[in-house]
Each structure stands twice: as C-alpha cells, then as structure tokens.
C-alpha cells in the first residue's frame, strides 16, 4: 500500500523477474539524472552523458537498453542503498512502507525467485491500460510464457498526472529568478524561466513579467565612450520573467 506517499520506488517480484516503478516530485527529483533519464529538461544519457536514443518507445528500446542500465550502475561502497543500518557488519534493508524495520533483511541477501504455484489464467486484454496490454502481448511472444497478464506493474500500474510545478526549466545563462521570502522563486513557481529579451524570445501563448527575475553578476567590464544606440540600449533590458498565460475566455 503506498497510498498518501508523495515520493517512492516500488519493485514487485513475479515469475521472470523483477518490475520498477517510481513516483516522484520536485521537491526531491528536481535537478536530478539518472538511467530514467533527465527529471528537468527530458531525453535519456548514459552517465557519461552519450544521448541514448527513445525512438521507437519501450519496443524498439527492449535490446538496446542494457548498456544504458549497466552504464548507471552503482558498485558497493558508493551504492547509498547499503548504507542505512549494519547488523553484524552486514547493511540491513527495509521493504516496509514506513521503513519501521517490519519487513527488514540484510541487504546483501540473495533469493532465487520461484516459479508461481498457480498458472497466470488472465489474458492481456484484460489489462486496462492499453499501452502496458500492448506490451503484455510482446511479453508473451518473446518468453511463450501467458504470466505476463498476471504482472502487478501491468495489472496497477503507478500513473499520477504530473505537474508543471515539479519541472525546473533552465533560466537564461544571464539571469536568475529573484527570491520573495514568503513566496520563494515566485517565477519558477508560476512554471517560467528567467529570460533576457523576453518579450522577442516569448512565443505564442507567453508573456513577460516584470520584478521576479535579476541579472547575474557578471566581472565589471573597462568603461567606454561609445555612444549606445537605441537597440543595443533595448537589447540590455532587464532580466523578467518568461512565463505561459492561463486559457482566455475570449479565446484570444
């Protein structure tokens, strides 16, 4: 039961193996990177940042991501996962929900998973959601094995909506958002970035908000009597804040 969690990763055992589904929000997976790819800004990288190709979905990935989880592996003694609690020098690991220690083993146990008592008698049809039914039916083609439509990861699935507000999009390289002390990043929260020439860079369905964004400190430059023209003057505007309006109902 993971119910009024906000943040989990979830692994369920069946016949073949073992399935992973992770939950997550900002407020601990933003900025972060890993074998699921890039929480902020998308696309998947193996650690040593090569782009590894989504084209094709989970189909046309099933054989070629291997390298991608081998390139994320973490080996013993960076992996954090066994480092909690020591039991005679051996590093125990919690399954409970609450991690109260009801359902604690030693990290460093193995057991071989059995074959279920009980042949699968579920067909993928069954299963609700139609892109994990599609992919229950190629289980089925490359194991020969029907315990497919009895997976619980395809059975009750983990979906939550995201949200905007869980994204941190990267602001200009010029800019940063300003910190209100009641309300933090005001403009990040809104789901915008900090923008030089916001209002050329804005595209349809966007606008510019001033007093949230500020400029970086950059290195004093040398002074000069050049006289600055017009459109370098509006090309050094402040810093604001980029940020996608709300549905209109004049539908404008």
Known sequence: DFDNVPSFIKISNYSHGLSLQVVGHGTIFSNSEGMCGSWDLGGVRKADGTVYSTAG???????????????????PPANQLLIPALDMGNPICDASKFCDGSNAFACNAVRKLQDEDEECKKECNTIEDETFADACELDII??????????????????????????????????????NGREGYLCHRLGGTCEKRCKQKAPPGYTCLKDLCI????????????????????????????VPLPCSRDKK
């Open 215 to 242: 400029d970086r400190k950059n290195k004093p430059k040398k002074k000069t009597t050049r006289p600055v023209s017009r459109v370098e003057a509006a090309q050094k505007m402040k810093c604001e804040c980029m």
């Open 142 to 179: 490359n194991t020969g094995s029907n315990s497919w439509a009895c997976q619980p990861s395809y059975l009750e699935p983990v979906l939550e909506k995201s949200s905007p507000c869980d994204f941190n999009k990267p602001d200009d390289r010029k800019c940063r958002p300003r910190k």
């Open 57 to 75: 979905g989970w189909a046309a990935t099933a054989l070629t991501s291997f390298s991608l989880a081998q390139s994320w592996m973490i080996l």
